[in-house]
């Protein structure tokens, strides 16, 4: 691995880590992520084979991807608070998005200098995948979708919480101050 893909490893992974403690939801934190893939997008996604078997592993490792963005922006707390979107990624979102980027690292590693190279080789042999620029398309393109639906499910999440919290003229704060209030009268 380059040192540039160790720093963007890196900073996909501190992407969520930030969000461990709760914070504002804000343009950042969609830009960020989305300016790091776009990124990674550009410069390893040259072409995308579609020889042989490469797009059965492309749309696998797509699928992959999938499933773990909407279940990280599923698991990730949102809520409203004085007119104000806060997000806290938990334990289990914080999990998936280190499983998934943590896969792929580790897939690099194995492959460069564990001796995973011939494995995948006799595996890409075996399979009809047709090239090293295959696997590269399918893990980068992977994270682009991990890092995408993940987000998309937190905007579309904290849409709902907006609304919910407009419908209801009430935010997290005030629901709290609601029901202290009710229970000091109950005791009264």
Same mark, same amino acid.
């Given at each position: !691995?380059?040192?540039?893909?160790?720093?963007?490893?890196?900073?996909?992974?501190?992407?969520?880590?930030?969000?461990?403690?709760?914070?504002?939801?804000?343009?950042?934190?969609?830009?960020?992520?989305?300016?790091?893939?776009?990124?990674?997008?550009?410069?390893?996604?040259?072409?995308?084979?579609?020889? @042989?078997?490469?797009?059965?592993?492309?749309?696998?490792?797509?699928?992959?991807?999938?499933?773990?963005?909407?279940? @990280?922006?599923?698991?990730?707390?949102?809520?409203?608070?004085? @007119?104000?979107?806060?997000?806290?990624?938990?334990?289990?979102?914080?999990?998936?998005?280190?499983?998934? !980027?943590?896969?792929? !690292?580790?897939?690099?590693?194995?492959?460069?200098?564990?001796?995973?190279?011939?494995?995948?080789?006799?595996?890409?042999?075996?399979?009809?995948?047709?090239?090293?620029?295959?696997?590269?398309?399918?893990?980068?393109? !992977?994270?682009?979708?991990?890092?995408?639906?993940?987000?998309?499910?937190?905007?579309? $999440?904290? $849409?709902?919480?907006?609304?919910?919290?407009?419908?209801?003229?009430?935010?997290?704060?005030?629901?709290?101050?609601?029901?202290?209030?009710?229970?000091?009268?109950?005791?009264?």
């Amino acid at each position: !691995m380059t040192t540039t893909e160790w720093i963007t490893d890196i900073a996909l992974l501190l992407v969520v880590f930030r969000q461990l403690r709760e914070g504002r939801l804000d343009h950042k934190t969609f830009l960020i992520p989305l300016g790091i893939v776009a990124y990674v997008g550009y410069s390893y996604l040259d072409t995308v084979p579609t020889g @042989g078997n490469d797009l059965v592993l492309i749309g696998a490792l797509i699928g992959v991807g999938a499933v773990l963005g909407i279940a @990280g922006g599923v698991w990730t707390r949102i809520r409203a608070v004085d @007119g104000h979107l806060l997000i806290k990624a938990g334990a289990v979102s914080a999990t998936l998005w280190v499983l998934g !980027m943590g896969a792929r !690292m580790g897939f690099q590693l194995w492959t460069a200098h564990w001796g995973g190279a011939d494995d995948v080789a006799r595996f890409s042999v075996t399979h009809h995948i047709t090239s090293d620029q295959a696997w590269v398309a399918a893990f980068v393109l !992977m994270a682009l979708t991990e890092v995408v639906t993940r987000l998309a499910t937190i905007y579309a $999440r904290s $849409r709902a919480v907006t609304a919910t919290a407009t419908a209801t003229g009430t935010s997290t704060t005030h629901a709290a101050a609601a029901a202290a209030g009710a229970r000091e009268g109950a005791r009264g």
